[in-house]
């Protein structure tokens, strides 16, 4: 059907044939959302590889589509807080969620956590990670993190950073990356020798050098998610938000090394 | 009131990061523009159309490249190496290198049309009262190129300043090292500080206005004949 359509475009003398077939192809498109639908989610960058999983599953097993945008999670809420279309928001912190609601823009009662996650001080140089020692040693030039003030993981890294004395001495080694997508991309392009990165962001990986931060030097990030007003209506928003309690996504968190929530 | 010094940082670290480009940027683009207004090369226009890239480029595509190139296994890498560092990037040199590239084609263009206007003649002139090359250059080329000059170096000012995604991708947001203006802004913006964002965008505007304003009017000015 779509080669035909193409086809035609393509033969000049046909071509007035096919703008003409353009409104009924139009049609169609508008007409099929009232069974698949659509939603569109804002993720926080250090859920994005669940998210993309959680996607998948989400069609196969619903039939309707979740099209994400990622970002830090200021920046998302930024965006949201100017009309940006977004029908679910996938925080990485509970404070910004909240915030949504508070301001208006998600529908109260919507929120719960989906996903809790850690830090790891990570390098993709064998051996030069070895625990906490590593911090205190300085024996580096450049340690990547997010931007604390608008990304959770980033703010979880100066925590850990306070809490273990060395934040004072570390200041001027610190390169923030706009999201913890960017503090991974510092530290896998080796211009960062090491960084603070999401646990999801290298639970796969077998390369490199790590430290899981305990969780007594930083709060556990609890991840909240909430329906924003624009998303009140589709049914497709509410089906995702239901599915992220599903099994089947539980499995994906699980699979990424974040706790399944609420 | 927002705290001054925060605000001011920025600005500060833009204003050297510019002017130390500009410098640089006449310095590296005013021989390539002489030689791409002087060299019967037919193939000059392919180093001109290399040289003006970064015109049609998106500031990422420069920006990612520059992240290689800066980076450890890059030659920045290998610079770092003299002197002990490890990478380019995240450092005021870096960005003076990713400004450099981005701003070479708001320098050379003037400059070199400016060169082109000039023609034979005058030189020839200069030539026949014994002139050395060096010396036609700098007592009749570059005098007669003033107004290429002050345009290209205005241009290459405004557009360091006006950098945005370049920095983004290999700056950091190191404060008080690669924190830029435009860099803060984005920040204050995403972190719903807009008071501070409304001062500086605000100055921003009023800065770009001059800076066009003037530059209209430097060329009205110079452009007539025997101002």
Known sequence: MLMAEFALLFRPLKRLASLAALPFALLLLAAAPAEAGEVKVAVAANFTEAAKDIGAAFEKSTGHKAVFSFGA????YTQISQEAPF?????AD??????AADDGFAVPDSRFTYATGGIVLFSKYKDLVTGEATLKDGKFTKIAIANPATAPYGAAAVE?????????ALTPKIVQGNSIAQAYQFVDTGNAELGFVALSQVIGKDEGSRWIVPAGLYTIIAQDAVLLKKGAENEAARAFLAYLKDPEAKAVKDKFGYGAGD | MPDIAELWSPIRLTLELATIATVLLLAIGTPIAWWLARSPATW???????????????PTVLGFYLL??????????WVAGLYGARTLAFTFEGLVIG????????????IRNAFEAIGERPLEVAATLRASPWDRFWTVAVPLARPGFITGAVLGFAHTVGEFGVVLMIGGNIPGETKVL????????ETLQWSKAHILAGGMLVFSFCVILAMMLLEKRIGRPGA
């Open chain 1, 94 to 99: 509970q404070t910004t969620a909240k915030k």
């Open chain 1, 160 to 168: 850990a950073m306070k809490a273990l004395g060395v934040y004072e």
């Open chain 2, 182 to 189: 435009s860099i803060a802004i984005f920040d204050y913006v």
């Open chain 1, 87 to 91: 029908e679910v928001f996938l925080s």
């Open chain 2, 99 to 110: 400004s450099v590239l981005f701003s070479m084609p708001f320098v050379v263009q003037p």
């Open chain 1, 73 to 76: 999670t200021g920046q998302l």
């Open chain 2, 68 to 77: 290689i190139a800066l980076g450890p296994n890059g030659p920045g890498g």
């Open chain 2, 44 to 58: 000059k226009e392919a180093v001109a159309a290399v040289i003006a890239m970064p015109l049609v480029l998106p």
